[in-house]
């Protein structure tokens, strides 16, 4: 098991940029598939994006692609997403989530393929 904590949410103008941060806890992490979801008000917990425990495979929701990009560094036990040309429709909470795998290729796009969530941060786009 791994804790998990969410940092850099905050309000932005549309077009505007943030990167979030998870940091985790456990000697493990290295291990983890980590991936991030979003949560609007009154809507389901969607996927945004995904990335293998070695940082080579990447998986992104349609929505966010080609304006978000996750990463991760080991060494912190941190995974970032960098959200760049920010829309309304992006406000949520946003929550970092974790599963331990045996596949260096491994990213995992379900909320059901996750074991371990943070606690979420909010995200706010003004228009």
């Known amino acids: 098991q791994v804790q998990l904590v969410e940092s850099g949410g905050g309000l932005v103008q549309a077009g505007g940029s943030l990167r979030l941060s998870c940091a985790a806890s456990?000697?493990?992490?290295?291990?983890?598939?980590m991936g991030w979801f979003r949560q609007a008000p009154e809507k389901e917990r969607e996927f945004v994006a995904a990335?293998?425990?070695?940082?080579?495979?990447?998986y992104y929701a349609d929505s966010v692609s080609g304006r978000f990009t996750i990463s991760r560094d080991n060494a912190k036990n941190t995974v970032y997403l960098q959200m760049n040309s920010l829309k309304p429709e992006d406000t949520a909470v946003y929550y970092c989530?974790?599963?331990?795998?045996?596949?260096?290729?491994?990213?995992?796009?379900?909320?059901?393929?996750?074991?371990?969530w943070g606690q979420g941060t909010q995200v706010t786009v003004s228009s």
């Open positions: 989530a974790a599963k331990q795998t045996t596949g260096w290729s491994s990213v995992l796009t379900t909320r059901a393929g996750y074991s371990d």
């Open positions: 456990g000697r493990t992490f290295s291990r983890y598939a």
């Open positions: 990335i293998s425990w070695s940082g080579i495979i990447t």
